[in-house]
């Protein structure tokens, strides 16, 4: 279903157009190349108590595309989750992040504290602290966002899925990253393009100072062979007073797509350790 609000139209899965009182909101939020539909095998896994929605983030699946990059910045992604949680009149949910999901995840809570539940936290990070690696990290993202126009979203999803903390998703069955594949080629090069350009991890406002100050329960995962994520979520882990992290073993960035059956089982274990 679309919801429009401000001239911004977002695109959300759910099983339904409104939240019944006896249910518990649960937001998920997908990663950079990604969209909502990543997230719907895990919707029947839930305890029948929680009401998930998945949202299509700005430049992604089926939310619009706008040329303006400022409909692409954290204050945009902000303004997403706002959108989706004050159209179904939600005072307090759990969001659920992975990767750049993640970080707009933790974006939105540290500016509204109150409004989080809960959070899980995917291979995610609080942003880039030290201005030269800022700098550098912004370079290289725009230098991709240009390769995207210039050689076309086919070879863009080959080459960012040759990384090296996407590479163990090779493992998977052909079907499954062949499917994986396809939805990342669904998405628009301009909408990518933007998303580098506005919510890079380098244009993302450092939240390291703001972790301290979250006091919901927070989950964050990593795969133990995307050893970067393994080291910033130690990082975070230790700064986030009230978190616990869980390493995923033989699983790189993507530990939901390596290991959907170890990922749920930790997301509902920590459910079901809430009060």
Known sequence: MEISSNGINVNVVCSNNFVASNKIPIIFLHGFTGSAENWLSFFEKLDSKYFPIAIDLPGHGKTNVPDNLDSFSANSHIE?????????????AILVGYSM??????????????????????????????????KSRIKTDFEIADKILSDGIDSFVQD??????????????DVEYSQIIQQKRTNSATGLVN??????????????????????????????????????????????????LKIIEDCGHNTHSENPEEFIILVNEFLNSLD
């Not at 960012?160 to 069955?173: H, V």
């Not at 350009?197 to 995307?226: C, H, V, Y």
């Open 195 to 244: 998303s580098l350009r506005g919510f890079s991890t380098g244009q993302m406002p450092s939240l390291w100072n703001r972790l301290e100050s979250l006091k919901f329960p927070t989950l964050l995962i990593a795969g133990s062979l995307d050893r970067k994520y393994v080291r910033l979520n130690k990082q975070m882990n230790l700064s986030i007073h009230n978190s616990e």
């Open 101 to 134: 999901g993640g970080r707009t995840a933790l974006s939105f809570a540290v500016i509204n504290p109150g409004r989080i539940i809960a959070l899980v936290l995917e291979s995610a990070t609080a942003g880039i602290e030290e201005a030269t690696e800022r």
């Open 80 to 92: 997403t989750v706002d959108i989706v949680l004050n159209h179904f009149q939600i005072q307090k």
């Open 160 to 173: 960012w899925m040759d990384l090296p903390f996407f590479r163990s998703l090779k493992s998977l069955d």
